[in-house]
């Protein structure tokens, strides 16, 4: 699955958007993955759960995923990644903790993904639709139902946002859920090509560019900045709260050049070092008073996951983990 992520230092005046103070409204976490051998209803989940709390997080974004067979299809199918019963669960046990929980469904497409989503006429689009905003309410009854903080419509779905359907959606859900909606764009340009944020409560965007070909330290910054800059300019544009629904980076050697890649585990080679240096970056360049939050890609139900050998997104067990923990309290 795709993935793309960016942010940093930034030397213009602040922008200021209309949201509460930053220390009461600013949502820090990661998104939260359910394993096939660790159920979100599971003791183990919970003390997953815990260790995010534990490590300063105050909040979950709960990943639930819908599939389609292409990218052309006309209908989605529910995943049997995350199940209702398992959903609410999560979202019991994180508000039981004191985390507080976003709602952010996603889809996987074979041989594809969302970005890739393009239906060829509008009669075509109005089916897809028809498919999608099923799910999408039958989310917004539960985010309401179970008290979830903020409900995401829709991830990096570059197409498929920009149709005049997506109105419709945001219509169907606000009758269904009286919290926060938002939607997480693809980057900086999905986000200047979103048609909608003024029906919505807050801006989101997945940020995760290519940091340059040869690792460098200093180069990897200037690059984060340079796109924070550009991100700075887009917010105060769009004039919502607004905040950052996925940064990340595997834990591999070159991950930098493609961050939005999964690396496989059996050819990569890991660097722990490397992806807490990234994040580092992102991280104290993203502390801004017009980003409302950010949360980190990823942390899974089971909390043996992640370790030296791991390539993969998340920071558990590594030493991302402890530089992003550093952030998240305030001692760095």
């Known amino acids: 699955m795709m993935r793309c992520l960016t942010i940093c230092l930034l030397m213009f005046m602040p922008v200021m958007v209309s949201h509460a103070n930053i220390a009461d409204d600013y949502y820090q976490g990661v998104n939260y993955l359910q394993t096939p051998n660790v159920s979100l ?3 183990t989940s919970m003390q997953s759960l815990r260790k995010i709390k534990e490590a300063g997080a105050n909040t979950v974004a709960l990943v639930v995923f819908l599939q389609q067979d292409s990218a052309t299809s006309k209908y989605l199918k529910p995943s049997s990644a995350v199940t209702e019963h398992q959903l609410i669960q999560a ?8 985390l507080k929980v976003i709602l952010k469904p996603q889809i996987l497409v074979t041989n594809s993904w969302a ?3 393009n239906l060829p006429d509008t009669d075509d689009w109005q089916q897809w639709y028809n498919s999608y905003q099923k799910f999408i309410v039958r989310y917004a009854q539960i985010a309401q139902t179970y008290n979830v903080e903020i409900l995401v419509l829709g991830t990096e779905l570059r197409y498929a946002a920009r149709q005049p359907q997506f109105q419709q959606l945001i219509t169907a859900v606000r009758k269904k859920y009286r919290g926060e909606i938002s939607y ?13 944020w003024d029906l ?3 801006a989101s965007v997945t940020l995760y560019p290519s940091l340059g070909k040869d690792w460098d330290e200093n180069k990897a910054g200037k690059v984060i900045s340079e796109k924070v800059k550009a991100l700075q300019l887009v917010a105060s544009k769009i004039g919502k709260p607004f905040w950052i629904a996925e940064i990340g980076i595997s834990s591999a050697q070159g991950s930098h050049q493609h961050p939005w890649l999964v690396t496989n585990n059996q050819q990569g080679v890991p660097d722990a070092e490397l992806q807490a240096k990234v994040l580092g970056l992102w991280l104290k360049n993203l502390q801004q008073r017009w980003v409302s939050g950010v ?5 899974f139900s089971d909390h043996d996951m992640g370790g030296l050998t791991d390539t993969g997104f998340t920071i558990q067990n590594k030493a991302a983990e402890t530089v992003v923990s550093c952030y998240w309290k305030k001692q760095c």
Do not use: N
């Not at 997480?184 to 909608?196: Q, Y």
């Open 184 to 196: 997480a764009a693809h980057g900086i340009a999905g986000l200047e090509r979103f048609p909608f």
């Open 295 to 299: 949360m980190v890609w990823c942390w």
């Open 200 to 202: 919505l409560d807050s």
């Open 41 to 43: 209803k599971s003791f």
């Open 115 to 117: 970005g890739e989503i």
């Open 91 to 98: 979202i019991a046990d994180a508000h039981d903790i004191g």
